[in-house]
């Protein structure tokens, strides 16, 4: 599993790569979770349904990922702008 | 006024976030974006196209870059609001900045239009330019093979 965050002036920026089958490493994709909404990112889960649909799922703890996500997309939480 | 290497490095920016948008959305939502720089979302339905009878989503939204969200009603496609949401006090690249729409709504449609500001219609967006984009799109499916 790997975390994405979107970056200004940069596009994404890989912060956390891991294996969900080593505790050491889920440890590791856990604090970086909590990391990153402490900062005030929202966390997709970019899914493909059957037929080949593309969804989203805005997840707001961890053990909301599932388990097989390939990627989780962290961008700044969205507030009234323009 | 950008020097020319901020403009190349926010040009590597928005072909990286490109990348990552097409990885995510399906595959019409990317030739659309492609052709119009614009996609649309229906709402509850999950991106199909609304249903003749009563099941399908009732209204949609079309994503533009660093532009408000505009709804539109699904049946009569009739303009309802702009929803102006922003992410970050730092500009996104403008895919980056779809994709952040895309995932809200699709993950969560009201969070997002509850953390929106909500305008009439023509207070950022052009009205007769949004419905030319909706007949567009409208023509373009039509000719797209299935």
């Known amino acids: 599993m790997i975390f994405l965050a979107m970056k200004a002036g940069h596009g994404e920026v890989l912060i956390a790569e891991g294996d969900l089958e080593d505790p050491e490493q889920e440890r590791a994709l856990i604090a970086a979770f909590r990391a990153q909404l402490d900062l005030g990112m929202w966390a997709a889960v970019p899914l493909e349904q059957p037929g080949g649909r593309r969804a989203a799922e805005l997840v707001h703890r961890f053990e909301d990922v599932p388990r097989d996500a390939e990627r989780v997309i962290f961008f700044p939480r969205a507030a009234g702008g323009c | ?146």
């Open chain 2, 1 to 146: 006024m950008l020097t020319l290497e901020q403009l190349e490095r926010e040009q590597r920016a928005e072909e990286r976030a490109a990348r990552l948008l097409r990885s995510c959305i399906n595959q019409e939502e990317w030739a659309m974006y492609e052709a119009f720089g614009l996609i649309r979302v229906w709402a509850r339905a999950q991106g199909s196209a609304p249903a003749s009878t009563g099941s399908g989503p009732t209204h949609g939204y079309l994503i533009y870059a660093h532009k408000p969200l505009v709804g539109f009603l699904a049946g009569s496609l009739a303009l309802v609001g702009e929803f102006c949401v922003a992410f970050g006090g730092e500009r996104l690249p403008p895919s980056d900045d779809v994709l952040a729409k895309w995932l809200a709504l699709r993950g969560d449609e009201r969070a997002l239009i509850a953390s929106a500001n909500v305008d009439p219609i023509g207070r950022q967006t052009d009205p007769a330019r949004v419905r030319r984009d909706l007949e567009r799109l409208a023509g373009w499916e039509a000719e797209r093979p299935r």
